[in-house]
T-cell receptor
């Protein structure tokens, strides 16, 4: 099955700096790559997603890049703020696998003022 | 308000006592799924359903059952819970499009402890 590796497991940045989280996947047929943010005690919430026919997508301070050849994708957060502190999960999925979201193990991001 | 709801939110039970965690969505989603979240392991899929009366196993189905008799409900059943099923459980739902994966919406979670 699909295997998603996520790095780093923890990340600490100063407010205003950028944060980058990287994921690799094993199944070349995966074609949907969402990123979820999970605050302490809360449910995962989708912050951005990208499909395999697109190389980059941006939404305000958040961007995701996808390299299908290398089978990796990354989350970029610019101008970080303390409220960005949370656990971030990447995932990979494809229709043929029953929509299963195969998650990375998560990155705990801490933004210090 | 469009949402996925789960009940109960917290449950402490004993080994072997059957329990059901309910999940309901009001978005007319065809696809529903159960995940468990464990420290250091992330979220793993237990079971999923692509529509009424259609269910299939995810990555960690052992010890769980599901049913999909109505489109809006997808209960998770633990016939004989064991301590290794202590976890945080999330239900999720989305539209099902045969040619594309859609955003999955998560419920608030159910924290289960089996002693």
């Amino acid at each position: 099955g699909e295997n998603v590796e996520q790095h780093p497991s923890t990340l600490s940045v100063q407010e205003g700096d950028s944060a980058v989280i990287k994921c690799t996947y094993s199944d070349s047929a995966s074609n949907y790559f969402p990123w979820y943010k999970q605050e302490l005690g809360k449910r995962p919430q989708l912050i951005i997603d990208i499909r395999s026919n697109v190389g980059e997508k941006k939404d305000q301070r958040i961007a995701v890049t996808l390299n299908k050849t290398a089978k990796h994708f990354s989350l970029h957060i610019t101008e970080t703020q303390p409220e960005d502190s949370a656990v971030y999960f990447c995932a990979a999925s494809r229709v043929a696998s029953g929509y299963a979201l195969n998650f990375g193990k998560g990155t705990s991001l801490l933004v210090t003022p | 308000e469009a949402q996925v709801t789960q009940n109960p939110r917290y449950l402490i039970t004993v080994t072997g006592k059957k329990l059901t965690v309910t999940c309901s969505q009001n978005m007319n989603h065809e696809y529903m799924s159960w995940y468990r979240q464990d420290p250091g392991l992330g979220l793993r899929q237990i079971y999923y359903s692509m529509n009424v009366e259609v269910t299939d196993k995810g990555d960690v189905p052992e010890g769980y059952k599901v049913s999909r008799k109505e489109k809006r409900n997808f209960p998770l059943i633990l016939e004989s819970p064991s301590p290794n099923q202590t976890s945080l459980y999330f239900c999720a739902s989305s539209f099902y499009r045969t040619v594309d994966v859609d955003e999955q919406y998560f419920g608030p979670g159910t924290r289960l402890t089996v002693t």
